[in-house]
């Protein structure tokens, strides 16, 4: 498949890129700065504005005849502005320009469609120190939800730089995860099956890390 990430240079970012080439996938690595990727003849990577250039990224996409995005963004730490729902509305746009058919995201556990189901402790994180936060992945949600493209999202824990497992399973049931902690690498193994599988069209998952 054709592949672009965003958030390629970020942590889970560097996952997605590594794992999708080692699966003998074309990868378009989206990234503000050099991401200092090792050479390799199925990657390139591209300078893109997420957050705005909707025009831009729609061009990249056609361009590159993209079969799907995977994105894995995060937002600024702190008191920074959340950059998440703008940057999925632009990905939205651009991806209905270009006519690429398929997204997958990944967003915290107890936000958007995952409020009401959590346990107590992160509804009550939800509803003050993490309010802002969250309410930007709310827009992430709608944003795709709204849209008519292929969309899946997964919802994590605890992410963790353990190395991969392969144990980690994806459930369309929006409770808790039997196992909170996951490996970034299993995330990202989880994101490329979610858009090179028929498994979870347009729909919201939670992803549960592997059992010691």
């Known amino acids: 498949m054709r592949l672009v990430v965003a958030g390629a240079t970020g942590a889970t970012g560097r996952h997605v890129v590594t794992r999708a080439l080692h699966a003998g996938h074309r990868v378009t690595a989206l990234v503000r700065r050099d991401g ?6 199925d990657l390139s990577t591209t300078y893109v504005n997420v957050v705005d250039d909707d025009t831009r ?5 056609a361009e590159t005849r993209a079969d799907a995005i995977i994105s894995t963004l995060g937002n600024p730490l702190a008191r920074a502005p959340k950059i998440l729902g703008r940057a999925h509305r632009t990905l939205v746009s651009a991806a209905t320009r270009a006519g690429t058919p398929r997204i997958a995201t990944m967003i915290a556990y107890g936000s958007a ?3 009401a189901p959590a346990p107590p402790a992160i509804r009550l994180l939800a509803a003050t120190l993490l309010r802002t936060d969250f309410r930007d992945l709310g827009q992430v949600d ?6 008519a493209l292929n969309w899946t999202i997964i919802h994590f824990g605890a992410l963790t730089d353990d190395p991969p497992t392969g144990r980690w399973t994806l459930s369309k049931q929006l409770t808790r995860p039997s196992r909170y902690r996951v490996a970034r690498a299993d995330v990202a193994d989880a994101l490329l099956h979610a858009v090179t599988t028929d498994e979870f069209p347009r729909c919201r998952t939670v992803l549960s890390g592997a059992r010691p």
Do not use: I, M, N
């Not at 709608?142 to 849209?147: E, G, I, R, Y």
């Open 36 to 41: 200092g990727f090792p050479a390799h003849p």
């Open 57 to 61: 990224l729609a061009g990249v996409l």
């Open 113 to 115: 469609a995952t409020t």
């Open 142 to 147: 709608a944003a795709l939800a709204a849209s």
